[in-house]
């Protein structure tokens, strides 16, 4: 069973930056890629940023410029810096696994969320 925990979500003023983790653990073959999604109130589930096992980075354009995802491999973790946070930005942030496990079956996995809130 593999577990994602995320953390760093909170409050920030707009124009702030804002650094979100997440660790996966549990027994696993490999973490083929990871990422981050959003999911804003009464809005579907949005893609922000995703790094996979190679280090190849895919950013959604609303966060161009302002985003940057990183991994460890020898860690499992991804991290998420967030700069020049708009009060759109508020959301609710998950942490996204695309794992193959012992049994060399792929699977996606999610965190709980992270809950950011970009306001004065």
């Known amino acids: 069973q593999v577990h994602l925990v995320e953390s760093g979500g909170g409050l920030v003023q707009p124009g702030g930056s804002l650094s979100l983790s997440c660790v996966a653990s549990?027994?696993?073959?490999?973490?083929?890629?990871m990422g981050w999604y959003r999911q804003a109130p009464g809005l579907q589930r949005e893609l922000v940023a995703h790094?996979?096992?190679?280090?190849?980075?895919t950013y959604a354009d609303f966060v161009k410029e302002r985003c940057t995802i990183a991994s460890d491999n020898s860690k499992n973790t991804v991290t998420l810096q967030m700069d020049s946070l708009k009060p759109d930005d508020t959301a609710v942030y998950f942490c996204?696994?695309?794992?193959?496990?012992?049994?060399?079956?792929?699977?996606?996995?999610w965190g709980q969320g992270a809950l950011v809130t970009v306001s004065s």
């Open positions: 549990g027994s696993f073959f490999r973490i083929e890629a």
């Open positions: 790094i996979t096992h190679s280090g190849a980075t």
């Open positions: 996204n696994a695309d794992v193959v496990d012992d049994h060399l079956t792929r699977a996606e996995h």
